[in-house]
C-alpha cells in the first residue's frame, strides 16, 4: 500500500500539501469533489450543445418531434432528450460531435487531474438501456439485462427505486458514471421495457445495446412511455395519465404564460388588439396540445415570436431580445414557436 507524507504534494492534484487537503480530516472527500466538477461540467456540456445552430440540427429536432407519440405532448422534456442525445451522437462536418468539441474546448479549463482524466472520457460516452438492480439515495446499479453489463451510477435523482427499466446516457466518473442531462426511468415495466428492446433490436438487425441506442434512442424512450401508459399494451380505455393531460387546459401555468405575454406587451406599449391576438392564439395552442409546462417564459416568448410575422407591433423583437426578457434560450424561443406556427397553421 502506497504511504503519502503529510507535507508530500496532496494525490488529488489540488497543489496543497497533504495535511493541507485530503489528509485534512474536515477536508471534503476527493471523490465528492471531482463529482461536484463533474456535475458542474456535465450542466455546462449540455448548455454548448442547446447553444448549437445549425441547419441539420433544426431539421432533425422537429422530424422526431413529429414522429413522437408521448413526448410530444411535453415538449421541453423532448427537448432535452433530443439534445443530450444528439449532442453525444451526431459527428458534424468537422467530424466531432458536440460533446467531444465541448471537451476540448473546457478541457483547458479543468485543473484536477482526476476530473481530466473523467472528461476526456466524455468523448465516447455510454448509452444504456437496462434494469435498476440497486438504488440507494443517489447511486443506482443498472444491468444491462441483454449483454449483461452491469453500470455503476451516482449523481441519480435519489427518488429512483429498484426495479425501475433506465434509459439514459452516461459519462464517466472515474470507475463510475454520471447520468447526462434528460434520462428517464419507467417503473412497474422494467421486463416489459426489456421485451419491447430486444424485439425492436431485432427487427432493426442490432445485436448491440449501444448500436440501437444510437439510432433509435428517443423511440425506445417514446415507446416505454406508450407502455407506462397503457396505450402500448393496447388498452381501450384512457388511462389516469392521458386522461390528466386532456384536463390539463386549468393548468396554471397556461395562465401565467399569457398573463406573462399580456405583461410584456402591454409594458411595450403594444396595442389591445396585438395583445388579444397573442392571448387567442397561445390559448387555442394549448387547448390543442395541451402541453405539459415547466417553464411558462418560454412559451410567453414564443408566442410573440410567432405574431410578429404578421402582425403590426411597435418593435420588432428579435430572438436575442425575446430571450433576454423572459429569461430563456433563444433556441428554445425559435423551437417552440415553429412548432407552434406549425399546430396554430393547421388548426385554421
Not at 449483454?147 to 451516482?154: I, L, P, Y
Not at 447526462?180 to 445495446?209: H, L, N, W
Request: charged share 30%; net charge negative; hydrophobic share 35%.
Amino acid at each position: 500500500m502506497k504511504t503519502i507524507g503529510r507535507n508530500d504534494p496532496c494525490e488529488c492534484g489540488s497543489g496543497k500539501k497533504y495535511k493541507k487537503c485530503c489528509g485534512n480530516q474536515s477536508a471534503v472527500n476527493i471523490d465528492d469533489l471531482v463529482l461536484g466538477e463533474l456535475e458542474i461540467l456535465q450542466a455546462q456540456a449540455y448548455d454548448y450543445i442547446a447553444v448549437h445552430k445549425s441547419d441539420e440540427l433544426e431539421n432533425d429536432y422537429h422530424r422526431y418531434f413529429s414522429e413522437m407519440t408521448m413526448m410530444n405532448k411535453d415538449q421541453e422534456i423532448y427537448e432535452m432528450a433530443f439534445l443530450s442525445w444528439y449532442g453525444v451522437t451526431k459527428k458534424l462536418e468537422e467530424g466531432q460531435s458536440l460533446i467531444e468539441m465541448f471537451v476540448e474546448k473546457q478541457g483547458k479549463a479543468v485543473g484536477r487531474p482526476q476530473t481530466l482524466e473523467s472528461l476526456e472520457e466524455w468523448k465516447s460516452p455510454r448509452l444504456a438501456a437496462g434494469i435498476v438492480t440497486s438504488a440507494k439515495g443517489s447511486e443506482l446499479v443498472i444491468q444491462d439485462t441483454v449483454e449483461g453489463e452491469t453500470f455503476n451510477v451516482k449523481g441519480a435523482n435519489p427518488e429512483i427505486v429498484e426495479g425501475c427499466f433506465f434509459i439514459g446516457i452516461l459519462l464517466q466518473n472515474g470507475i463510475t458514471y454520471l447520468p447526462f442531462a434528460q434520462y428517464f426511468v419507467y417503473p412497474g415495466i422494467a421486463e416489459t421495457c426489456k421485451d419491447a428492446m430486444v424485439e425492436k433490436m431485432r427487427k432493426a438487425g442490432r445485436d448491440s445495446v449501444e448500436e440501437y441506442l444510437a439510432s433509435d434512442y428517443l423511440y425506445l424512450a417514446d415507446h416505454c412511455f406508450d407502455l407506462f401508459t397503457g396505450r402500448g399494451k393496447g388498452v381501450s380505455e384512457e388511462t389516469e395519465a392521458v386522461k390528466e393531460e386532456k384536463e390539463n387546459i386549468d393548468n396554471p401555468a397556461y395562465a401565467e404564460a399569457i398573463d406573462s405575454m399580456k405583461a410584456f406587451l402591454t409594458e411595450q406599449a403594444e396595442s389591445s388588439f396585438s395583445i388579444e391576438k397573442a392571448a387567442k392564439l397561445l390559448t387555442q395552442y394549448f387547448e390543442s396540445e395541451t402541453p405539459k409546462i415547466r417553464n411558462p417564459q418560454i412559451y410567453s416568448a414564443s408566442i410573440v415570436e410567432v405574431i410578429k410575422a404578421d402582425t403590426e407591433l411597435k418593435k420588432d423583437y428579435l430572438q436575442k431580445d425575446l430571450a433576454e426578457a423572459f429569461g430563456v434560450s433563444a433556441n428554445s424561443i425559435s423551437r417552440r414557436a415553429k412548432e407552434m406556427k406549425k399546430i396554430l397553421l393547421a388548426a385554421v
